[in-house]
C-alpha cells in the first residue's frame, strides 16, 4: 500500500518475554535505542503462569505475570522504546531489514532479534483453558512442585512427555499417563524408564474426554478408544505435553528452521541464516524452554546484534 506508514529504527526486538525483554536491556544501555513490539501475548508464555519458584533472584517466588511486569518496566528504564503491535509480515532480503506492524506500518532496521517465543499446544478442551493455571499446566517442570505428595494426569507420548513423567514420578504419589494410541512415539530408552517406574501408570488407546472440577482440577474423564468407556480419574493437576509449536511463521521464506519450525541459530550464538538477524528465546530452544535460559539468550542476542552493527559501522 502507497500510503503507509514508514519507521527506520537501529534495532528491533520482535516479542516480549524473557529473552525480547533481557535483549531490549542490553540493547538500550548499549545505546542501540531499540524498539520493541510486545506481539499477541505481552510478557509471553509467562503471563499464563501462576507462581513461578525456580527464577533466580526472587527467594519467596513471584508471580509469572508480575515478573513479566519487573522485566518490561528495566527494559523501559534503561530506555527501550516498548510499544503494542504485532509483526504481521517481514522481508529480510533487503537492507535495511522490513518489518510490517499490524499490516499497517514498516518498520525499517539495521538489525532485528526474534524473541517471538513458542506456544504450547492444547487439546482443545473447554475445561482445560478454564482451569489453566488452576491445576492444568503445559510445563512440568514448571509446575510439578506444587503437586508433590498427589496425583497427577499426564497426557502425550513423545519423549517431552516420557521426560516430564518421570520428572512427575519423582514428585507425586503417582502419574497416570494417557496416551492416544496403543504405542509412544518416545524414543525406545524412554518408554522403557516409564514402564519401569512403578508410580506410572499408562492407559493406552485413551482420550481424555474433560477435566473435572470447579475451581481447581479435581479429576480427570477419560475415554478407552477401543472400548469406548469412560472413567474418572481423581488427579490434582492435568499436565499437557503434546508439544510446543514455536511461533515463527512469518519468518520461513527466508531464516533457516528446523522441520518443526525453530530457529536454526549457529552454535554457541544468536545468529541465523541471515548476516544482522538474530533469535533469541524459545523460538530457537527446543530443548531447555525455560524462562532463565530465555533471558541468557535474549542477553547474547543484543551482545551479537551490538557487535554486528558496530562492525558494519552503523552503531
Known sequence: ?????????????????????????????????????????????????????????????????????????????????VRYGIASSVDFSVRPFKVWIDEEKIIEADAVIISTGASAKWLGLPSEQR????????????????????????????????????????????????????????????QQRVLQTPNIKVYWNTETEEILGESKVEAVRIKNNQTGETSDIPVSAFFVAIGHQPNSNIFKPFIDMDETGYILTIPGTSKTNIEGVFAAGDVQDKTYRQAVTAAGSGCMAALDAERYLSAAGLA
Open 1 to 81: 500500500m502507497a500510503n503507509e506508514e514508514k519507521e527506520k529504527v537501529h534495532l528491533l526486538i520482535i516479542g516480549s518475554g524473557p529473552a525480547g525483554y533481557t535483549a531490549a536491556i542490553y540493547a538500550a544501555r548499549a545505546n542501540l535505542k531499540p524498539v520493541l513490539y510486545q506481539g499477541i501475548q505481552p510478557g509471553g508464555q509467562l503471563t499464563i503462569t501462576t507462581e513461578v519458584e525456580n527464577y533466580p533472584g526472587y527467594p519467596d517466588g513471584i508471580q509469572g505475570p508480575e515478573m513479566m511486569v519487573h522485566f518490561e518496566k528495566q527494559a523501559v528504564r534503561m530506555g527501550a522504546d
Open 131 to 190: 482451569l489453566n493455571g488452576y491445576g492444568v499446566s503445559a510445563c512440568a517442570v514448571c509446575d510439578g512442585f506444587f503437586f508433590r505428595g498427589k496425583e497427577v494426569a499426564i497426557v502425550g507420548a513423545g519423549d517431552t512427555a516420557a521426560e516430564e513423567a518421570l520428572y512427575l514420578s519423582k514428585l507425586c504419589t503417582q502419574v497416570h499417563m494417557l496416551v492416544r494410541k496403543d504405542t509412544m512415539r518416545a524414543s525406545k530408552i524412554m
